[in-house]
Structures are given as C-alpha cells and as structure tokens.
C-alpha cells in the first residue's frame, strides 16, 4: 500500500540544511497498523507527513497503492488525499463547528455527495465512533476521548484507505487511550484500513500493532514484527524502549543477579508455547532447581507471551538447557 524508495527530507531554515530524514526504503502492507516509535525529533512526524505529502520530499519516490504521489499535480494531490485519512494528537477540530459539521467538512469541501448522503453519511460515522447523542454539541462541551473520537470520525469520512495518526492518544489518559486504540483496531479489521501510527509509548505498539519501526536521527534503525522486535530488540534504542515498557533498570537487574547463584537464563514463550508446562516438566526429568527471578505474561496484539527468567541450581544443567533448546521457546543464557 505504502512504498518508500530512498525517499529524503531535509528542512531548509535561514539557508541551511536541516536533514529530518535520512534516505529511506519502507514497504507497509495493504490492511496492516504499522508503528513508528522513537524519540523526540527522530523524524517520525516527517516520514508520516511525507506519506500523504503534507510535506514534500527532497528526493526518492513514494507510491500510495501503486501510484507515483511524487509526480502528482494539484488536482490528482486533492483527490489522493482523499484516500488518506489522519488524526492528530491535540485532535485539531473546528471550535465553532457541532460535532456533525466538523465530520461533514471533508465531505463537503469534496463537493461530491448530495447534502442527504453527507447527512446520512455522518450519522453512520457517529455510529461507528459511539457519538450518535453528540452530534449537535460543540469540541469545548466533549472530554479528550470523545473529541479524538470525532476526529477518526471525520478522518474516515471519505472511505480513505489509509489512516495517519500522530500521537493520538498521547493527550489521552491510560483508560481513554485503551478505548481509543480499541476503536483504530476495530477499524482496522472491520473496514480493511491501513493504519500508520506514531508514538512514543512501546506500549501502545505491543497492543495495536503488526509491524513496527523503530526510529533514531531520521533513520530507521529496526523494522520488523512487533513480537520479533519487541522480545529480541537489536538495537540499543529499541532496547532502551523494550526496557523502559517493562519498567526494568538493567543496571538494577545486574546488581540483583550478582547475589544469585547458579545458571541464569531467560526463556521467551509466544503463543500456544505459553501456556505449556515446559518447565515442571524439565525440572523434574533433569533434577534443576529453579527459581523465578522475573516474569511476565502478556499478550502482543492477539497472541500471548510470557518471559521467565531462572536461576538453574542443582540436578544435570546442561541437560536442562538442551530441553529448553530443543522446546518451542526462545532461550537466552545470560550467566
Ligand atoms: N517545518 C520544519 N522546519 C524545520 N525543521 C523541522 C520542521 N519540522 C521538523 N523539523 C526538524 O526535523 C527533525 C524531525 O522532526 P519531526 O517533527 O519529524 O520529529 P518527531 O520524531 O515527530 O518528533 P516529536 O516526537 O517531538 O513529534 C527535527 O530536528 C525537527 O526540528
Ligand atoms: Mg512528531
């Protein structure tokens, strides 16, 4: 759907260079949410803008479901975006305008439908964000939630087949982002939509997300299935923002392992894998004992996971590692 050849930006300010992204290659399935993570400035919000060309490349190509968008003219640009919806963290909604009117706007700046099929249009969109009691309010009389939920309402408004979203829960409380990304996922799978996403929080990737990646200095450092990058992040910042998610010190960690004794391994369980009695069982076949020196179980998306990690004491150790090793988990010797 989404396809980046080599494609570059470089911001000119008072006749200088400022390069916000470094020449990039990126390839984003039709029907996919993709995330974008990385820190303040990394070039998130400029690859997003790049895609519905709010900003304008300096070089590379960018194809939108097989079409060019680089060599667009004004009128071809104006119908593009069309097929590009986007939602924006401070919601960016009309003040002086009623729910229903801020979600009809693009319908009518399109002059394409009667004003009975907008009219019907938006009652269906009101449906669809749970907003149907609030058409005739304005923005100052709904929460945060509500008025994200009116912007997705109107950033759907045109059948797009693609969604922006820059940090759009990131103004959210934890209770309303939950819902709010409840929404883009329902979206996602009911009506098809390719969803990019920015954000900051590791957190809301491992819940909305297929892909993500991970960006640093306008480059992209990490690309890949958010269960292959999440539990076997390989760069340092990705690394950072795994750690920073779980809420683990590494140097803390460090400190407390020292005062344990015996092997120390880190298994990863995906799937049906997590629910497995895998380690009774190679505890009482090899004679180990263990003990739990941190755990977690969750879920990526839809699919469960769970990370152990073990002091192994007593018994045949290598023999127990070999059984880990050959199970369906993931294992990490880290002493
Ligand atoms: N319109 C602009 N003019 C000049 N420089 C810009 C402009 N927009 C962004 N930049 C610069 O480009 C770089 C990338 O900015 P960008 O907004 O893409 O980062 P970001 O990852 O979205 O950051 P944040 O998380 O703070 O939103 C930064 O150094 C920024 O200062
Ligand atoms: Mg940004």
Do not use: W
Request: hydrophobic residues 40%; charged residues 25%.
């Amino acid at each position: 759907m989404i396809q980046f050849q080599s494609v570059h930006k470089a911001y000119r300010v008072a006749g200088r260079e400022i390069p916000a992204l470094q020449p990039t290659t990126l390839q984003i399935g039709s029907g996919q949410v993709f995330g974008i993570i990385g820190h303040s400035g990394a070039g998130k919000s400029t690859l997003l803008r790049l895609i519905n060309r709010l900003e304008e490349p300096s070089g590379g190509r960018i194809e939108i479901d097989g079409v060019d968008v680089t060599a667009l003219d004004a009128t071809g640009l104006r119908r593009f975006r069309q097929q590009v919806g986007m939602i924006f963290q401070h919601f960016n909604l009309l003040s002086s305008k009623t729910v229903a009117d801020n979600i009809a706007m693009p319908l009518r700046l399109a002059g394409e439908l009667s004003r009975a099929e907008i009219d019907a249009r938006v009652a269906e969109l009101l449906g669809r964000v749970g907003l149907q009691d609030h058409a005739n309010k304005y923005p100052a009389q709904l929460s945060g939630g509500q008025k994200q939920r009116v912007g997705i309402a109107r950033a759907l408004s045109t059948r797009p087949k693609i969604l922006l979203c820059d940090e759009a829960t990131s103004a959210l409380d934890p209770q309303t982002t939950t819902a709010v990304l409840q929404l883009l996922a329902e979206i996602n799978r009911e009506l098809g939509l390719t969803i990019v996403l920015i954000t900051h929080e590791m957190d809301v990737i491992r819940r909305v997300c297929d892909r993500v990646a991970v960006m640093d200095a306008g480059v992209i450092v990490e690309e890949g299935p958010v269960a292959e990058v999440f539990l076997h992040p390989q760069h340092p910042t990705t690394r950072r923002f795994v750690l920073e998610s779980e809420h683990v010190d590494e140097d803390e960690q460090r400190d407390d392992f020292a005062h344990v004794s015996g092997r120390i391994l880190r298994l990863t369980f995906q799937g049906e894998a997590t629910y497995a009695p895998l380690l009774g069982t190679v505890a009482r076949e090899t004679g180990v004992d263990y003990s739990i020196l941190a755990g977690r179980i969750d879920r990526i998306k839809d699919t469960p996971y769970g990370q152990l990690t073990l002091a192994l004491t007593g018994g045949d150790i290598d023999a127990a590692l070999a059984r880990f090793g050959a199970a369906d988990v993931h294992l990490e010797v880290l002493r």
